[in-house]
T-cell receptor, first 110, second 115 residues
Framework: ELKVEQNPLFLSMQEGKNYTIYCNYS?????LYWYRQDPGKSLESLFV?????AVKQEGRLMASLDTKARLSTLHITAAVHDLSATYFC??????????FGTGTSLTVIP | EAGVAQSPRYKIIEKRQSVAFWCNPI?????LYWYQQILGQGPKLLIQ????????DSQLPKDRFSAERLKGVDSTLKIQPAKLEDSAVYLC?????????????FGQGTRLTVV
């Protein structure tokens, strides 16, 4: 059974600080996605990582994928309040089947 | 480009009643998914369609849940009878099978409360 684990589950960080969210998965896959979810809202696609060593950056967020370690990271640089949300990673097992992690609830405080 | 449309947005029913949700995917997307998201958890895949065929329904509680995708476009998810533990947000998503970027795009969801 595929397991997708994120840590931390909850993260409270001050504005301007850096932090990394980790996503570990238990089986072979070379496709991983990051999504953002605001309270009461749906999921918004952030990054699509399609191969080992893939790195994508958008604004203050950078995602990377290490398929050999079965690990993806989402790095936050100089956090701002607008980044407060829940972040999910999702692993594509096969046939476009997406299995989601437990989520990381991020709160950025002034 | 229009996104994934779902209705209703909210539904409150009593246990043992039935309920149905509707989803219209992004035009041209062959793959359609229904996910269940319980408060505080990640979305859980219930069923995946490719056109109008089922790819995976291994996590669908088939004694009470059913889904169909007629003509390979719109889809409905039904629960009958509902239980208290079915209270969740039901998310519909769609993805294209063309090209390397096959990310799933999500609708706004239907928030179901079973009382």
């Amino acid at each position: 059974e595929l397991k997708v684990e994120q840590n931390p589950l909850f993260l409270s960080m001050q504005e301007g600080k850096n932090y990394t969210i980790y996503c570990n998965y238990s089986t072979t896959s070379d496709r991983l996605y990051w999504y953002r979810q605001d309270p009461g809202k749906s999921l918004e696609s952030l990054f699509v990582l399609l191969s080992n060593g893939a790195v994508k950056q958008e604004g203050r967020l950078m995602a990377s994928l290490d398929t050999k370690a079965r690990l993806s990271t989402l790095h936050i640089t100089a956090a701002v309040h607008d980044l407060s949300a829940t972040y999910f990673c999702a692993v594509d097992m096969s046939s476009n089947q997406f299995y989601f992690g437990t989520g990381t609830s991020l709160t950025v405080i002034p | 480009e229009a996104g994934v449309a779902q209705s209703p947005r909210y539904k409150i029913i009593e246990k043992r009643q039935s309920v149905a949700f509707w989803c219209n995917p992004i035009s041209g997307h062959a793959t359609l998914y229904w996910y269940q998201q319980i408060l505080g958890q990640g979305p859980k895949l219930l069923i995946q369609f490719q056109n109008n065929g089922v790819v995976d329904d291994s996590q669908l509680p088939k004694d009470r849940f059913s889904a169909e995708r007629l003509k390979g476009v719109d889809s409905t998810l039904k629960i009958q009878p509902a239980k208290l533990e079915d209270s969740a947000v039901y998310l519909c998503a769609s993805s294209s099978t063309d090209g390397p970027n096959t990310e799933a795009f999500f609708g706004q969801g239907t928030r179901l409360t079973v009382v």
